[in-house]
């Protein structure tokens, strides 16, 4: 093989990367490797899209909430109303998006459980990239497959 069919080849079975940015002391990019690095959550999910019924998944990883304090979100962690002006933004390869409030996820508020996936009904993501999950959504449209980036953004209200 040659070398450039090589790196092809290499290239089609790269894990996926996924960015962490925004208002972070320590962004980051990580893959679905790295997801077992915390502790492990699984949930049994029932949701309901619009185009195809009620859907049924199991899935594992870390809570998004462990990941993304690991990357250090720049609020006064002392201060629990500075947490408040933050958003959460999760995109997939499709750039099909959403925005989670970090209060939203966030144990001292609303606590939600919600995974960044490394696995969905015992298939590794680590190709596909992670899969955002909300056990307390009742629509899947924010179950984000193939997440490339979650950005965190603490310039809300832009008006202050
Ligand atoms: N990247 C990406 N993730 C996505 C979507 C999408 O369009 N792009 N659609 C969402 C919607 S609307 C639903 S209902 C679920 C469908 O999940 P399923 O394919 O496991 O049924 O995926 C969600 N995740
Ligand atoms: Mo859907």
Known sequence: MSQSLAAAGTAAVAPAEVVLAGDLARPARITVADLPAWPQHAAEV???CSASGIRHHRFTGPLLYDVLA???????AARRKDRLRFLIAVTGADGHHALLSWAETDPDFGRAPVLLAATIDETPL?????????????????????????????????WT
């Open 70 to 76: 690991a990357a250090e979100p720049a609020f006064d």
């Open 46 to 48: 029932s949701f309901e």
């Open 126 to 158: 680590d190709r596909a990239g992670p899969q955002l999950v909300l056990p307390q959504d009742r629509c899947g449209a924010r179950y984000i497959s193939g997440i490339t980036a979650i950005r965190v953004d603490g310039g809300y209200p832009a």
